[in-house]
């Protein structure tokens, strides 16, 4: 079975500070590829980033990084000098095996001007 | 990116009628969609899952009957929420990528989703 754990409901940052979300995965697959979602008030999904289970590097994406430790079974995602564009939802998501995308519970992060 | 649209953005309906949402690729050939309901501040909740020219896998719970969904060409993919109560309004999220069938796709393309509020 496949979980996904998002255990900060809510973050705030300063604007032009790094953020950290954290995010812990479960599955018994061996091939897995983790994925960061933000969604802003208006609803649309937007792909930030992603990182196959395989990848020796951490992803990069910009402002964005995904602090990949699979030994710990944590995928984290860095967003370095926040904007106030940033606030949003951000979930982060699992797609395991031949299963389809699994979603965490999401983080709401607030930048603060 | 790929593009995904949604249609409508948003419905209001009276309580019985039935609501049909479409989803297309634009610019891309989907040959998954993916239904997903979102209720406010909850996590996306995957409803089913269609490959064109066959029969929706519906997640366990999501009454196929009441929410019927047609994946009827590689661009087109349709939600019918019939007779609506209002435990039924939701956001409702489609998504579309593309693959052989089986195969591990990396990345799925979402719509913008459809507010759906009934009375």
């Known amino acids: 079975a496949q979980k996904i754990t998002q255990t900060q409901p809510g973050m705030f940052v300063q604007e032009k500070e790094a953020v950290t979300l954290d995010c812990t995965y479960d599955?018994?697959?061996?091939?897995?590829?983790l994925f960061w979602y933000k969604q802003p008030s208006s609803g649309e999904m937007i792909f930030l980033i992603y990182?196959?289970?395989?990848?020796?590097q951490n992803a990069t994406e910009g402002r964005y990084s995904l602090n990949f430790q699979k030994a710990r079974k944590s995928a984290n995602l860095v967003i370095s000098a926040s904007q106030l564009g940033d606030s949003a939802m951000y979930f982060c998501?699992?797609?395991?095996?031949?299963?389809?995308?699994?979603f965490g519970t999401g983080t709401r992060l607030t930048v603060i001007p | 990116g790929a593009v995904v649209s949604q249609h409508p953005s948003w419905v209001i309906c009276k309580s019985g009628t039935s609501v049909k949402i479409e989803c297309r690729s634009l610019?891309?050939?989907?040959?998954?969609m993916f239904w997903y309901r979102q209720f406010p501040k909850q996590s996306l909740m995957l409803m089913a899952t269609?490959?064109?020219?066959?029969?929706?896998?519906?997640e366990q719970g999501v009454e196929k009957d009441k929410f019927l969904i047609n994946h009827a060409s590689l661009t087109l993919s349709t939600l019918t929420v019939t007779s609506a109560h209002p435990e039924d309004s939701s956001f409702y999220i489609c998504?579309?990528?593309?693959?052989?069938?089986?195969?591990?796709?990396?990345?799925?393309?979402f719509g913008p989703g459809t507010r759906l509020t009934v009375l």
């Open positions: 610019d891309f050939q989907a040959t998954t």
């Open positions: 269609s490959n064109e020219g066959s029969k929706a896998t519906y």
């Open positions: 998501a699992m797609r395991a095996g031949a299963n389809n995308l699994f």
């Open positions: 998504s579309a990528a593309w693959g052989l069938a089986g195969r591990h796709y990396n990345e799925q393309f």
């Open positions: 990182q196959g289970s395989y990848d020796e």
């Open positions: 599955t018994s697959d061996q091939s897995y590829g």
